[in-house]
């Protein structure tokens, strides 16, 4: 602070860019071979990341299929994968360190061979010739008072040794005589081993029991799901050959392009709490999870023995129900699990139709109305082959929040190459998602132009032939969007909401429009708040809200529009949508009046025959 006269310029930049909504993502929810359940946070941009984290598109369901090809088409997705009641999670036997040994209650044995008859200080024919450098042998006497040592050469002499400086370092008093020893070793055999060593014992007998390895850690499918049966998990040497560090790898028996490796990872004994060294499996493996065991009372260094674990126990569960898709707000399961997000224009269960869920329509309609800020697209079964068939599976719905599709798509199967019928709505939207991308979000997704389907055979109930106009326009005129195939090109040929009322809301472009204007005029208008409520304030609302509506203007999404929030007045009396007792209370209104521009939907034109003889002039 200067202490004489002085005038300083701070620069506060208060320019603010409104955000351009994203555009392209799609909502989608089905059943897959694996993943997340009720959790889209993901989002899927290739095939190749789909299938390492929700499997391949080899099951029964065409959902993964439906999927790949909607991203094909430019769309990236958000997946919620469902599953029914009763699924579980596959899980491994715990993975431990090696070996160990374990002393009994002490048996006092008074012969002067062993019970096979070697004498004293000879080795056991049964024992075997080495142990592993790194195995554990824990003694304890009476069950209490454990003692750990360890194995540091690979030879049977040494592990009596360790044990014998294991009892003198902690000065446990023993009988004269000696002791029977437990050594858990990687066989079954009974075995004996005498040594003439004495540190106040007569003799030591190493008796083999059943492996209990030290728990480290046990291995479970990262969710539930009965393909994370396929997993193994294989422990092997480090990268950086230290023999204090290990490998983990993760494979699947049914997809060999799906491998995930973690190098050099290294135990750290502590609880089961303060344990960390395998969170970066936990955080980055897409395919298992890892439990602790306490290694907390170990003072030496563990390490998994080197092995394959199987997983078991996983299952899908029932197949999943009406319920399923729909899913609990409060739990944020179904449809709620996409609460969180607020990205997309669009969700839909693709390979699901009213047939095989009634339901599901009014459902996804219902919540569609609920966000505002998305619309429901429902497909209608391939097994309805005539209008009249597509008309009594249509619900009755009247509302602009959900778009009725149908007529099937006959493509390749890209694992079998054999000629397969799927659903349309997934290359629908994955096609809307690239015109979004391509030119606007109010951009129709319909007709020769926009609406080309490609990489299809055909159409699988086909109403785009002249013999079946009416059947077409019938349909059309009850809101069901058929795809067709026409002079060559299979195609989306309307794009009607199910509003029955004649409005710009009958059409899917223009609800796009609404919310695209929800979207960018939302964080602009929340800038304002907690400013002054006053007539500046007014103005300056309008002349940020105005270059986003004029850019709309320009993109030929509305011809006209009028934005009536009191912006030019200057006194309470010029007022006429706001009062001053709403602004006192910190309140304000404005009204945005637009006339949208439709989709062209029909062209007529009349062929008028005339007599020979007349001419006609050209301009």
Request: charged residues 15%.
């Amino acid at each position: 602070m200067s202490t004489t006269g002085n005038v300083n310029f701070n620069v506060v930049n208060d320019a603010y860019e409104p955000a351009t909504p994203a555009v392209g993502i799609l909502y989608f929810e089905g059943i897959t071979k694996r993943g997340p359940i009720n959790d889209p946070s993901t989002l899927i941009t290739t095939p190749k990341q789909f299938r390492n984290l929700f499997g391949n598109i080899d099951i029964t369901s065409d959902f993964p299929l439906l999927a790949y090809r909607a991203m094909q088409k430019g769309a990236v997705l958000r997946v919620n994968r469902i599953v029914g009641n009763g699924s579980a999670i596959a899980e491994s036997s715990y993975v431990g360190h090696g070996v160990r040994g374990v002393i009994a209650a002490p048996t006092f044995i008074t012969t002067t061979t062993t019970p096979h008859g070697e004498a004293q200080g000879q080795v056991d024919s049964h024992t075997p010739a080495n142990v592993a450098i790194g195995d554990i042998f824990k003694i304890t006497l009476d069950g209490a008072n454990p003692i750990y040592f360890q194995a540091t050469a690979a030879t049977v002499a040494n592990v009596i040794a360790g044990f014998i400086a294991a009892i003198a370092a902690e000065k446990i008093a023993h009988p004269t005589g000696a002791w029977a020893v437990k050594e858990v070793a990687t066989s079954d055999q009974t075995t004996f081993l005498r040594t003439t060593t004495k540190v106040n014992v007569a003799g030591i007998y190493v008796d083999t029991v059943a492996a209990v390895p030290h728990s480290l850690f046990k291995v479970y499918g990262k969710y539930a799901g009965v393909d994370y049966n396929n997993i193994l998990v294989t422990i092997k040497a480090a990268t950086n050959t230290n023999a204090d560090y290990f490998n983990l790898e993760v494979t699947l028996t049914n997809d060999t392009l799906v491998i995930e490796k973690f190098e050099n990872l290294k135990v750290v004994n502590a609880s089961i709490v303060g344990s960390t060294y395998m969170d970066i499996v936990n955080t980055q493996s897409n395919l298992i999870s890892i439990q602790y065991a306490d290694t907390s009372t170990f003072t030496y260094q563990l390490r998994p023995t080197n092995s394959v674990y199987s997983l078991a126990g996983g299952s899908d569960g029932a197949a999943p129900v009406l319920a399923d898709y729909v899913g609990d707000q409060a739990a944020g399961t179904g449809f709620y699990a996409f609460d969180p997000f607020e990205d997309s224009y669009a969700l839909a269960c693709p390979e699901i139709s009213e047939d095989d869920l009634a339901g599901i329509s009014v459902a996804g309609e219902a919540y569609a109305t609920l966000r505002k800020d998305l619309r429901y697209y429902q497909h209608l079964d391939n097994t309805n082959t005539t209008a009249a068939l597509l008309l009594a599976e249509k619900p009755d719905i009247d509302s602009p929040a959900i778009i009725f599709t149908a007529g099937g798509l006959s493509i390749t199967h890209p694992i079998s190459s054999l000629p397969v019928e799927i659903s349309e709505l997934a290359d629908v939207l994955g096609n809307m998602a690239h015109i979004h991308r391509t030119y606007k979000v109010w951009t129709a997704f319909f007709g020769p132009d926009y609406g080309v389907l490609s990489n299809c055979l055909g159409v699988v109930n086909n109403f785009g032939t002249p013999a079946k106009f009416l059947d077409l326009d019938l349909l059309a005129q009850n809101r069901i969007n058929m795809v067709i195939k026409r002079a060559g090109k299979t195609m989306f040929w309307d794009d009607y909401t199910s509003q029955v009322d004649p409005s710009p809301e009958n059409f899917a472009c223009l609800e796009n429009l609404v919310i695209y204007l929800q979207k960018v005029l939302g964080p602009v208008l929340e800038k304002f708040l907690g400013k002054p409520t006053d007539f500046q304030l007014l103005r300056d609302i309008y002349f940020s809200v105005k270059p986003i509506i004029d850019e709309v203007k320009t993109g030929r999404g509305i011809s006209s529009y009028l934005w009536q929030g009191d912006q030019f007045a200057t006194a309470f009396a010029d007022l006429e949508v706001n009062t001053a007792a709403d602004m006192a209370l910190g309140k304000t209104k404005m009204n945005l009046r637009i006339i949208c521009i439709a989709p062209l939907k029909e062209i007529s034109v009349s062929i008028i025959l005339t007599k020979a003889g007349v001419t006609f002039e050209t301009n």
